[in-house]
Nanobody, 115 residues
Framework: VQLQASGGGLVQAGGSLRLSCAASGSIFSTNVMAWYRQAPGKQRELVARITTGGTLKTYVASVKGRFTISRDSAKNTVYLQMNSLKPEDTAVYYC?????????WGQGTLVTVSS
């Protein structure tokens, strides 16, 4: 099973994007879901995670106040709203459970922020 992220693209600094990731019900309903990213030449990092009920959200310090993670149980979908984007946010973004499962990695979606 691979989780496919979508919604990436090219945006100018200060712009916004919303990423989406649909999962099967069996994965979505029972797991903490998360967004990760991997910038060129860097290791993959956890960006944000959200509990099954959506009540607790955690972010890496570099995106706090700019990114918002959410989940829609009716659609088995997790979102990442990214505002005030910076060039350093350029990366391939992936969704997975937290902690991640290697088998769930999809191709990710590329976010490129131009200065």
């Amino acid at each position: 099973v691979q989780l496919q992220a979508s919604g990436g693209g090219l945006v100018q600094a200060g712009g916004s994007l919303r990423l989406s990731c649909a999962a099967s019900g069996s994965i979505f309903s029972t797991n903490v879901m998360a967004w990760y990213r991997q910038a060129p030449g860097k290791q993959r990092e956890l960006v944000a995670r959200i509990t099954t009920g959506g009540t607790l959200k955690t972010y890496v310090a570099s995106v706090k106040g700019r990114f918002t993670i959410s989940r829609d149980s009716a659609k088995n979908t997790v979102y990442l709203q990214m505002n005030s984007l910076k060039p350093e946010d350029t990366a391939v973004y992936y969704c997975n459970r937290y902690p991640y499962v290697n088998e769930y990695w999809g191709q990710g979606t590329l976010v490129t922020v131009s200065s």
